[in-house]
């Protein structure tokens, strides 16, 4: 058995976390910490959740597992991974502080220098279907945000192909988990329901400069990439409708066969079939990433839909961790 | 004209009276005030909202207007109406410091002292059905709670009639915007969304001893009352179903012509025909009450709705306004 | 393996059926059928559901299951039954068909003379936890509706103790999924969203008989029941409020032993501890009934949660078959 | 007073027309018309409105009315205008039977011979702000649909000053009720909840070609259109999130001041201020079209809201007869 701790286990995050690792087969959850909520259980603050003990960070035992989650806010999460690291335990940090490999750019996007910069060399970018053999080794993982995992995943046979033939727009929706659990005025049921909202749109969401480096993976110098999320009156679940201009005469035949073989061994990357478009319902509660292709002329419209709390965050988690453990990929994230 | 002022314009209760008021023929909003958002536009909170500029309270004058609504926190509304009373002002006080007539349950209820005990056998209880003689001299209007306006108005007929025969059972549901605009936990979206949650059932929320002061102005000694809030995943609405044990032979014919006859002039209590129940739909955006009758066995059900935020709290304060300066009861709440 | 068919699976009910026996690790499921779908995929139909193939009803062959589910309207489902009795298939009736054991009840409530009335001594009806010596050897169980098992596992330690004192009132919300999946004007979204509406109240709903029956089974002259169902605007779940006036001092510890000890063995009916009441999101998605008691003076109020399409329809119906085939009672029913 | 006749009223659209209408100062409503629902009062159907009775459609006196609405399915609309012009009555069509100038492009949209091309010519496609001259003396008004206002008015400034340097994206999500009021699967409110869809994206949807061809009026030879509609989980409410490529140095200051020039004096335009975007909030439930501008690059990133009931319809139906009865463009449309 594997043994996992949870830093932070009452975040939406945290809690999605702490219900996959309480049914994984493989693992027994050591410890889950909450500042606010120690001492209590996690079923008083999620009537659903397991009847788990939280405790203060403070007396999480890190002898006592081989990997930690790390379900905290950027600039809290590395320092505690230096620690977890120092003693031994693997780390899957579903932060931000380890997705960006340039620690100038963590310091223009995120406003303060790197609390960790010595680490990030050897931080694997766990968007899982393009790690998995630096994954195996890893012992610090950088898990993808939520946004970039449902365009990333959705542009990545375009580019390793070289078929995008200009500027890149993501128009992206999100549920209101994606904003986290602290009360915020924004996150009001009244402001929310009824509503929905861009916000951050252009080139200014955080989660750009991580897409771009996630581009420049598959291709040198790529296409410029426009990124708009909105504010979706719903808790979970992310589409992303991308638009890509091609640059040269690809059918729709030839898209597809190109997704089909790309993703034709992934099991949690699903190709939908011609005349069908990708909707929430199609990944919520579910560790999926699906795609669906529409051909307009020269346009290519992808649409993208996750799981945020799954796929974007707490299931890719858990991917992870079966590769880095050896274990079969799919283990605890299907039912 | 009518010149009226707005203490605490940005909660959900002040922007509904700031809306009503800014389209009312006979009124002009003289001032807004907000403590965390003074200096800047109401549409800059609500965007739907007109462009009023919102001012620190200090700098509300006091002498510019006839009559004061207070929308603001208990134990924080009555000092003010004592300065505004002292200027000459009339006030409707949209708060609980002035409904309960008797200081000492205030106390029991409210935890604390009551701020303003000389000014409560003044003021009056502002269920305008049953108010309208003394609040057309009334200096300081108490506007009752959202509950007891959905509860009391459906109760009336039977206990003017002596017809309870037991205890009454009212399963009140109301939308989020009951619970105010500051962010909580129990209103982010996420834990409202595919929720339903009782809450203060039984005998301890606070509007309890506010209805039971209503029961008794129409029967000495009335029966117990049973009162549970629920929470429905809506911004806005009150539907109570009530119980009513009736204590003789009465005929679903005898009750309809008691409600019809007792609301027959009334513009904002609508009996509806036999065969139709109450729902949120009835009342959302005006300021009816809506009151449906079935009869099962010599149990009366009661459907009562209303929109918390028109009826129960910015309507009726514009119909106490109403009557207060003898406009036409209706005069701007009716399109 | 048990082998299992589905006659009717794309309702929601259908629907939740084939997910849960799905990923039951000892069932097998032969085959799913559907009238207007037949042909097609299931996740044709839901996103997210597994690629089983619908055949036509008349293509189902009985022969080759051990077990029939049938989630068929009431009328049609009795027939059905009867052809799969006879041919020596044990069968889980989702349907009102075999719920009350009096065919004149049946036909008074449902409008037309019982299809086969010679089955209904046979019957069991499969609240699960008060029947499972009848289950072992049962060839034909009545899965109980929704409505009544919320409202009879909350009342029956009540009524074992012969606590009731008065006329009982069951205040119930549910959601949407409840009015079924064929489209009605009364369940598009448009009509329901920021809605409430009773519906039925009083003693006029279907499911009011089978509560009455099911409480003679605890005490020979039961109280007197008024029932109140509400549509929630929410996709699935059930909260009751159900008022009991009590017959003599009855003290909130001695109830809530009373609670424990009724249910202390069930995996499925959970007491909530003191100061804690049940809401929809305790028992979403999961089989639990979970109870939770609040007293007022002499009057107990209990608020009751369950999913209706789990413990409320299918996942019930699973348990029920698991207590059949003697295998674990929570196998398939937990993660 | 101008005597106005609906027909079709029992609709969405047709149900904010009469609302609209029925607080008109200079209206009266001498009929109302529903197939299904004659006979009954429009009350009798959403319970808020006004206790209005519905006729059939063959008791609609022409005769007595100055103005007709047609709030029906394309193809049904144009014979019912064709009558009505004959009895000298002038028509508001909010079908699209005659938004499209050319029969052969409706022929191919909408999979039909046009049912009246005669007309064609003679009909005025009512986007108030660009049609007012024409509107004046208009005897058949073609109303815009509801994605096509909120993206015309959108791009209008950009293609009068030519500033288009490329394909434009029009990703437009819409609320519910634009998908009418008949029940349907894809409306029934547990599939649409939680859930949020794409359909007919890329260049298939019918108000594409009413697109293009208002941005010929505009430019020559416009740019290509892709158009990718959305459903929302919210009842109402248009948001359209617009890239626009621009072909010149344009700065943020040049376009602002190009669309505050173009929108300065129209009471139902309103260009929001920089730092700020448009949402469904903004325009809920009033007649405005809000736009914003924000700059990524030398790509344009235009968030236009309108209510597909207000301005994607009803409203605009009603700003449209103002001026064609020359009364003040706002009347009836500002509470």
Redesign the interface.
């Known amino acids: 058995m594997i043994r996992a701790g949870i830093i932070g286990a009452t975040g ?1 995050t945290g809690f999605e976390l702490a219900r996959i690792l309480g ?1 994984h087969p493989a693992v027994t959850v050591q410890f889950a910490t909450s500042q606010s909520q120690a001492g209590r259980l996690l079923s008083d603050v ?3 959740a397991p009847p788990l003990r939280l405790v203060a960070q403070e007396e999480a035992a890190l002898g006592e597992v081989d990997v930690l989650f790390l379900c905290l806010p950027h600039g809290v999460a590395a320092p505690v991974a230096e620690t977890a690291l120092a003693a031994g335990v693997r780390v899957v940090d579903l932060s931000a502080d380890f997705r960006l490999k340039d620690p100038a750019v963590y310091a223009a996007w995120y406003g303060q220098e790197h609390p960790a910069p010595h680490l990030l060399a050897g931080a694997v970018y766990g968007l899982t279907e393009v790690a998995r053999p630096a994954l195996r080794t890893a012992r610090l993982v950088a898990n993808p945000g939520c946004y970039p995992t449902s365009v990333l995943l959705a542009l990545r046979p375009l580019l390793e192909a070289g078929a995008v033939g200009g ?1 890149i ?1 993501a ?1 992206s ?1 999100s549920g ?2 994606g904003a986290g ?1 602290a ?3 924004d ?13 951050k ?3 200014v969401h955080r989660h750009l400069p991580e897409m771009e480096q996630g581009l420049r993976c598959w291709q040198a110098d790529p296409p ?1 990439l ?1 990124f ?1 999320p ?1 504010l ?6 992310i ?1 992303s ?1 991308i ?1 890509v ?1 091609l640059n040269n005469g690809w059918s729709e035949g030839a898209l597809r066969a190109l997704y089909q073989e790309t993703y034709a061994d992934e099991p949690f990357v699903k190709v939908l079939p011609a005349g069908t ?10 560790n999926l990433c ?1 795609i669906a292709l ?4 020269d ?1 290519l ?1 992808l ?1 993208s839909a996750i799981d945020n709390l799954v796929k974007g965050a707490a299931g890719q988690a858990v991917q992870n961790m079966n590769v880095m453990f050896r274990l079969e990929e799919v283990r605890g994230l299907v ?1």
Do not use: C, W
Request: net charge positive; no cysteine.
């Open positions: 939406y049914r999620y009537p659903a500027t727009i128009d929706k209101v988990s659990r009360p915020r005025q996150t009001h049921f009244v402001e929310v329901a009824n509503n929905f909202s861009p916000y749109i252009g080139r410029p426009i708009s909105h979706l009156p719903v808790p979970r679940g589409l409708t638009y201009p478009l990708a909707t929430l319902a199609h990944a919520n509660h579910t699906v529409t051909l307009a002329g346009m419209i649409t039912e």
